[in-house]
């Protein structure tokens, strides 16, 4: 079947040496379900979904516990039963060591499930299957957790060329993918065959490595069993040159069909779209067993005595996970995903997520720290290997000097942050920093920008609308007192000094007046929640009001004086 | 020698006309000034400028009648941007104005809230809801945080809550240059 | 503890100058078979002074020390400097070379990495201007006596008996002086057999850095680009020229093999600091080169013109650098513009 694939490359790309022999020896283990599972409800692309559960309630396994919010947002469920014992801000499994609300379960052991219904997705509509997908919780399992919904829509021609199904898994030591392509080869082609039926595809390319034989193996057979039911050889698979980052899904599509998919744009609209064959599988289990994502498969690698692929519950600290794999003593730090996009975390007992493919453990052997940076010496390295065609050097001199407009220029926002250039540079540059550094900051004054513009207008409508009450209200008023001001208009002007006009001596005559009403009206004005006190409360109340006084004189020589 | 002299001028004098030619064909119909200037303003129409709102302080500095430093929540950055657009020179921020303060918006404690709308009159860009005798709250991804609304208050129940980073708005921190041991003996 | 990538490359700047440096043996051994053992002498001078003032320029801009020193960039531009001056220059000329390529043209415009030009050629580009007698006497070929040739750099200059012009400078001298009679085959005699192609040994020593130049392609240290592109430019204008009138322009192979030609192509040219980045960039790059050293030496006042063609091509190389970026992943179709 591969033979008869065209096979296009990509430009640069590099070749790390892989690891990844260590964790595909044994097979998939089911981790056991820790003492207590902490799920963060921000596990995806897009909004954080809102709380479904307080504390003190019993949930089941699978029972949402966080919906869905705005339009692109997915939910997320309790991965097994038991009693929710709180809902607060816990340390997230991201570099930046900040929390996010959680909801912590102490699990019951007895792993009751809900009620399981398979969907029937053939008697749904489209709109109605991404729904349900979106309320399974079904993200990207590649490691961009991109909800799975928002991509089943075949766009604007309403079917697509074709569907590849990702297996490349390009990063050393991650073997998730593979294990899981040789075991549940069977499961992941169901879900695609869902995922093809639903965008309406004409053929499906899955690409992996030709570095994994058994997994290709393994996707062969069960592609032939597909086609021979269906009769049509629209399943494909087909293995790709080992070259990291072939498993970056726009690198894939273009090795796969040739098409490259400019940043910023839907592929579906260039007639293919990709899929993680994680997701595949996901999605077979929420449509045919009806099962949402709770779980998945994480391979715990690096620094370990046994490295091997789990099935783990989402919520599982990394600490439990990693204990199961005799970690070596030497162990200075546990990274999310591979060596080269991997992210730093905070501690080890941050938990398992959606987007947790590799808990990898590092050592200063291991990944020894990088040498002195040297400066750039344009030599071109990074340009020669980048996947995303880019200058490297050009983005990272803009970054690095701050000049973010010139970095958007050469394109930073192409860069998918492989590391393939930093990987190179002889000068030891940690290149992508300053991407991620430069992104961050333009992502900011972004933000801050549509912020401001906002206020002005808001500001100026403001402005506007007193401008429109004043005159009105001037009208009113004039209208009112016409007669009465001339009459004192005039006996001013016969009484006082004619340099005072008429209308400034009306107008303080008005002032005077306000001011004397305010006077009034503030001593008889309480605040309603200070009458009918108790002499407690009021005693409480005066005291709180000298505190009060206190800290306004305080506070005076800092505050400017407006009047 | 007269030769080379009259060369030059020719040549001066070719250049300098279609220089000036170039400025009056393609001269950037930009922004008026002002608004180049209110575009860098943050917005918040906090008034600690000394004008009431960030449009005139913006017009006093195009009209020269405003120094660059006077706005605290533009902060140092602020300033940078001004001197560069309007090619002065850097001040730090002045005093007397204020001091550069961590974002933040303003909480209106709802149990004490009396509802009197003295906060919402304040409010320069209508971010408090609320009715007569209503508790009031403020929509907090409106409130530029220029704490006008604090001193009308006649129960005191508003305070200013700085925003705390989240793993939304967390932002990559500028890469540390990584010294090599030898250069901490000089450093 | 730092980011993602945690897995590098084991390569360092170092390495890379080293492989240049590496490269460069095979041609210094042939150069030392023809014309004597002088330029070991000017290489050591050389690398010495390099390394004296690259210490005290880091040391007064307050960098590291070690760790610029060991780049091994310094080495470079001196070995640079000492094959393409002279093997019997007076100590002083290279050393006061030397000084000028790291102090100003590298160190004032802010080290390694930064500068606009390329260091050897500045320093090469001065030394002719300010001493061109000096620049252009080279030891016969043959006479590799040792004791004549250092005491020619260290000491009393008896020159006669060891010097004689260039090839090239000869060449130019004999054709292009206002009421020259010579013809090429009058000036190189008639027997282009191999061995006076590009002057009796000259063509040898290109040889040797074009061995060189294939280990640094193989080595990918640097592309084809730059070297094609030189060489392929040098050879189609000389031999249109040759093909036009034999009698006053000579032809490609004598270009390409003498001087400057081989070393500029694979060596000097390709700097990567000063030059350009891009592919198409670089072609370009190179062959304007090319093309300013041919016109030079064919109609200027100096005996090789490499340098001034680099430094020139270095000034213009950012902007040809900004009209050739190549299109990104993805937006193949359109064509790269300035961005
Ligand atoms: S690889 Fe490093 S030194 Fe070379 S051009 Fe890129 S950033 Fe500069
Ligand atoms: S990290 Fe970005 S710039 Fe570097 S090689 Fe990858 S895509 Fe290119
Ligand atoms: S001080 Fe306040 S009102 Fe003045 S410019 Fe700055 S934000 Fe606007």
Redesign the interface.
């Known amino acids: 079947m591969s033979a008869l694939q065209r096979l296009f490359g990509?430009?640069g790309g590099?070749k790390?040496?892989y690891h990844k022999e260590a964790s595909t020896t044994a097979p998939i283990a089911v981790a056991p379900t820790p003492t207590r599972l902490v799920i963060p409800l921000?596990q995806s692309i897009g909004g954080p979904p809102r709380p479904l559960v307080k504390p003190g309630e019993r949930v089941l396994k699978g029972q949402r516990i966080g919906s869905a919010d705005g339009n692109v947002s997915s939910a997320v469920h309790a991965s097994t039963s038991g009693t929710v014992v709180a809902v607060e801000m816990c340390l997230?499994p991201?570099?930046?060591g900040?929390s996010?609300l959680c909801v912590v379960i102490e699990p019951d052991g007895r792993d009751e499930w809900i009620a399981l219904q398979a969907f029937d997705y053939r008697a749904a509509t489209p709109t109605q299957t991404r729904d349900y997908l979106r309320d399974a919780g079904v993200v990207g399992l590649g490691g961009a957790v991109f909800p799975t919904y928002l991509k089943l829509n075949a766009g604007k021609q309403g079917k697509l060329e074709t569907l590849v199904l990702n297996g490349a898994e390009c990063e050393?030591f991650i073997t998730c993918d593979d294990v899981l392509m040789r075991e549940r080869a069977d499961a992941i082609l169901r879900g695609a065959v869902i995922m093809r039926e639903m965008l309406a595809a004409g053929q499906v390319l899955v690409g992996i490595e030709d570095n994994k034989p058994e997994a290709v193996a393994a996707m062969e057979a069960a592609a032939r069993a597909v086609n021979a039911a269906s009769g049509d050889d629209a399943i494909r698979v087909v293995a790709v040159p080992t070259r990291y980052p072939a498993g970056g899904a726009?690198q894939l599509i273009?090795v796969l069909t040739g098409i490259?998919?400019?940043?910023g744009?839907r592929s579906t609209d260039y007639g293919v779209q990709c899929f993680n064959v994680g997701t595949a599988y996901a999605i077979h289990e929420a449509i045919e067993l009806g099962q949402p994502l709770i779980s998945r498969i994480v391979t715990v690698a690096g620094n370990v005595g046994h490295a091997r692929n789990y099935q783990v519950l989402f919520g599982t600290p990394m600490k439990d996970l990693i204990a199961l794999c005799a970690p070596l003593p030497d162990s200075d730090?546990v990274?999310m995903?591979?060596?080269?996009?991997?992210?730093?975390m905070p501690a080890d007992q941050v938990p398992v997520v959606k987007a947790t493919n590799c808990v990898l453990v590092?050592s200063k052997k291991l990944?020894p720290?990088?040498?002195?940076?040297?400066?750039?010496?344009?030599?071109?390295?990074c340009?020669?290997v980048c996947?995303?065609?880019?200058?490297p050097?050009?983005m990272y001199w803009f970054s690095r000097a701050r000049i973010f407009g010139?970095a958007q220029?050469?394109?930073l926002f192409?860069c998918i942050e492989c590391?393939c250039c930093?990987?190179?540079?002889?000068?030891?540059i940690?290149l992508?920093?300053?991407y991620?550094?430069a992104?961050?900051?333009i992502w900011?004054r972004e933000?801050?920008k549509e912020?401001?513009?906002?206020?002005?207008e808001?500001?100026?409508?403001?402005?506007l609308r007193e401008e429109r009450e004043k005159q009105e209200k001037a009208a009113k008023l004039a209208a009112k007192t016409a007669a009465g001001r001339e009459k004192a208009a005039a006996a001013v002007a016969e009484a006082q000094k004619p340099a005072v006009t008429p209308e400034e001596d009306a107008k303080k005559a008005l002032i005077a007046a306000a001011l004397e009403r305010v006077k009034t009206q503030k001593e008889l004005v309480h605040?309603?929640?200070?009458v009918d006190l108790t002499p407690e409360q009021q005693a409480e109340v005066a005291a709180i009001e000298a505190r009060?006084a206190e800290i306004r004189e305080m506070a005076k020589p800092h505050?400017?004086q407006?009047d | 020698m007269l030769e080379a002299l009259l060369v030059m001028a020719l040549g001066a004098i070719v250049l300098g006309a279609a220089l000036g030619y170039a400025a009056v064909r393609f001269r950037v119909e930009g922004d008026p000034l002002v608004e180049k200037i209110?575009a860098i303003?943050?917005?918040?129409?906090c008034?600690?400028c000394?004008f009431p709102?960030?449009?005139p302080y913006a017009q006093a500095i195009a009209k020269g009648e405003a120094e660059i430093n006077q706005c605290p929540p533009g902060g140092e950055e602020g300033i940078h941007k001004l001197a560069d657009l309007l090619g002065r020179e850097f001040k730090p921020l002045s005093a007397?104005?204020?001091i550069e303060k961590p974002k933040s918006v303003a909480l209106i404690n709802e149990q004490?809230c009396?509802?009197?709308t003295l906060c919402i009159q304040a409010c320069?860009?209508?971010?408090i809801v609320g009715a007569a005798?209503q508790m009031h709250t403020v929509v907090a991804?409106?409130c530029?945080g220029c704490e006008l609304c604090l001193?009308p208050c006649?129960?005191?129940c508003i305070t200013m809550e700085p925003l705390a980073?989240?793993?939304e708005?967390?932002?990559?921190?500028?890469?540390v240059?990584?010294?090599?041991p030898v250069q901490k003996e000089t450093a | 503890?730092?980011?993602?990538?945690?897995?590098?490359?084991p390569?360092?700047?170092q390495?890379?100058m080293l492989r240049v440096l590496l490269a460069l043996l095979p041609g210094i051994a042939i150069y030392v078979w023809f014309f004597g053992a002088a330029v070991l002498v000017q290489i050591a001078l050389a690398s010495v002074t390099a390394l004296a003032a690259e210490a005290a320029m880091l040391k007064a801009r307050g960098k590291?020390l070690l760790?610029?020193l060991g780049?091994g960039?310094a080495l470079v531009t001196a070995w640079l400097i000492a094959l393409t001056f002279p093997p019997i220059a007076p100590w002083w000329l290279t050393v006061i070379g030397v000084l000028t390529a790291i102090v100003i043209a590298k160190h004032l415009y802010g080290?390694?990495?930064?500068n606009p030009f390329n260091p050897a050629m500045v320093a090469f580009a001065l030394m002719i201007v300010a001493y061109p007698s000096l620049m252009s006497q080279w030891p016969a070929v043959g006479f590799t006596d040792f004791l004549p040739q250092w005491n020619a750099i260290f000491g009393t200059r008896q020159l006669d008996a060891i010097t004689m012009a260039t090839p090239l400078d000869a060449l130019r001298t004999a054709l292009h002086t206002a009421d020259a009679r010579a013809t090429v085959a009058g000036v190189l005699g008639n027997d282009a057999t191999f061995g006076n192609i590009g002057g009796k040994g000259w063509e040898w020593v290109a040889a040797g850095y074009f061995l060189g130049g294939i280990y640094l392609l193989q080595q990918r240290?640097i592309?084809w680009h730059m070297p094609a592109a030189f060489l392929a430019t040098l050879f189609l204008i000389s031999g249109g020229f040759a093909l036009y009138d034999p009698t006053r322009f000579v032809g490609p192979s004598f270009h390409l093999f003498t001087g400057g030609a081989m070393l500029g192509a694979f060596f000097i040219v390709t700097d990567?600091?000063s030059?350009c980045?891009?592919p198409r960039g670089k072609l370009i790059f190179a062959a304007g080169i090319a093309l300013l050293t041919w016109v030079i030496r064919t109609f200027g006042a100096y005996p090789d013109g490499i340098a001034f063609a680099v430094l020139l091509m270095n000034i213009a190389a950012p902007l040809i650098d900004m009209y050739t970026?190549?299109?990104?992943?993805?937006?193949?179709n359109k064509r790269g513009g300035p961005?």
């Not at chain 1, 995903?337 to 730093?344: A, D, K, Q």
């Not at chain 1, 605040?527 to 200070?530: I, V, Y």
């Not at chain 2, 708005?169 to 890469?175: D, G, I, R, S």
Request: negative net charge; hydrophobic residues 30%; glycine residues 8%.
């Open positions: 990509f430009h590099v790390p040496a921000h997230m991201h570099t930046s900040l996010a050393p726009k273009r490259e998919v400019p940043h744009e730090r990274i995903g591979g060596p080269m996009m991997g992210f730093l590092g990944f720290p990088p040498p002195p940076e040297m400066p750039c010496i344009r030599c071109g390295e340009a020669k996947p995303a065609d880019l200058q050097f050009e010139k220029e050469y394109n192409d590391g930093a990987y190179v540079c002889p000068s030891r940690p992508v920093d300053y991620r550094f992104k961050s900051e900011t933000v801050e912020a401001a513009d906002e206020a002005r808001r500001y100026e409508f403001r402005l605040p309603e929640n200070t009060r505050l400017r407006d | 209110d303003l943050p917005q918040t129409q008034g600690q000394g709102g960030c449009k007397e104005h204020g004490t009396i509802g009197c320069p860009v209508d971010a005798k991804s409106q530029t001193p006649p129960v005191d980073e989240s793993v708005t967390w932002k990559w921190k500028y890469p240059v990584r010294l090599h | 503890m730092n980011n993602s990538p945690y897995f590098l490359q390569a360092s700047v390495s890379v590291p760790m610029f780049d960039s080290g390694l990495g930064q240290i592309t990567p600091v030059g980045t891009t970026q190549p299109p990104v992943f993805g937006h193949k961005p």
